[in-house]
């Protein structure tokens, strides 16, 4: 369940499960390719000042590239999320802060998700931290030995 009415809220928190296949449509246009279906695990509680926190973790597997070699593989994603919806304009400058609008009937955190993959994806992996990378010059992927380029072999 990613929408939770906030009736059920009042007997305190209340979890939030679910998945969306790889190629949900909430997936457009971020730049992530999903390998699998993305799974969320978390809780919604309400806040003393009347707001909603979620924490929560996304896990997945992406097809990604290597910033440093371009090669292609594929990398576990977990993503911890602590985001707050709130109907508090105060608020609605704080990036972390959903909006939501009066009157709340039930918290849909399937916008959180969106927003929070995508924030994940932006940093570029490496397919492994040693990774040796292209040689500069004639574009030979070091990771399988050292190219003919003099003074390569200096790396
Ligand atoms: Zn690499
Ligand atoms: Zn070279």
Redesign the pocket.
């Known amino acids: 369940m990613l929408r939770v009415d906030v009736r059920e809220l009042r007997h305190g928190p209340v979890a939030t499960a679910g998945s969306l296949p790889a190629a949900d449509p909430l997936f457009e246009g971020l730049g992530v390719a999903l390998a699998e279906p993305l799974v969320i695990s978390g809780s919604l509680e309400t806040t003393a000042r009347g707001d909603y926190f979620w924490k929560a973790q996304l896990a997945s597997r992406a097809h990604v590239a290597c910033r440093r070699c371009l090669k292609k593989f594929v990398l576990p994603v977990t993503v911890p999320v602590e985001a707050v919806f709130s109907t508090n304009p105060d608020l609605q400058d704080d990036p972390s802060v959903y909006p939501l609008m009066e009157p709340v009937a039930s918290v849909d955190v399937t916008a959180a998700v969106r927003e929070e993959l995508a924030l994940a994806a932006a940093a570029y992996p490496l397919c492994r931290e040693d990774c040796a990378g292209l040689?500069?010059?004639?574009?030979?992927d070091?990771n399988q030995g050292?190219?003919?380029?003099p003074g390569?072999k200096a790396h």
Do not use: F, K, Q, Y
Not at 135 to 140: K, S, V
Not at 146 to 149: A, F, I
């Open positions: 040689c500069p010059r004639c574009g030979a070091l050292p190219c003919d380029c390569a």
